[in-house]
């Protein structure tokens, strides 16, 4: 079975920094670009960042360029999210997923499944 288990988040205050782990597994992880996605109470799920099967290209939404840097693991099927410089707009439960993604914009894409995310709160 597909499984993704993201973990990682928690309390920080603003200007912290966080390490999202996701930690995957029932499929081949190289095979799949794959991502993070963010969703807080009230609001739309967004992409924040995609990473390509081999790592050659990635995608980060504006909102964190600068301040997020995804990256992957394919040895030990695992994708990360180091998050860097954090506001209070950052708080969400955040989700990781496969995904596709262009120059512009970024998409759930692939594998049906999402996982129970994790919850990252940016409050002094």
């Known amino acids: 079975d597909v499984q993704l288990q993201a973990s990682g988040g928690g309390l920080v205050q603003p200007g912290g920094s966080l390490r999202l782990s996701c930690a995957a597994s029932?499929?081949?992880?190289?095979?799949?670009?794959i991502g993070w996605f963010r969703q807080a109470p009230g609001k739309e799920r967004e992409g924040v960042s995609c990473?390509?099967?081999?790592?050659?290209?990635?995608y980060v939404v504006d909102s964190a360029k600068g301040r997020f840097t995804i990256s992957r693991d394919n040895a030990k099927n695992t994708l990360y999210l180091q998050m860097d410089s954090l506001k209070p707009e950052d708080t969400a439960r955040y989700y990781c997923?496969?995904?596709?993604?262009?120059?512009?914009?970024?998409?759930?894409?692939?594998?049906?499944?999402w996982g129970k995310g994790t919850q990252v709160t940016v409050s002094s």
């Open positions: 997923a496969t995904c596709r993604f262009s120059r512009m914009n970024m998409r759930y894409y692939g594998l049906d499944y």
């Open positions: 029932g499929f081949t992880f190289s095979d799949y670009s």
């Open positions: 990473i390509s099967g081999s790592s050659g290209s990635s």
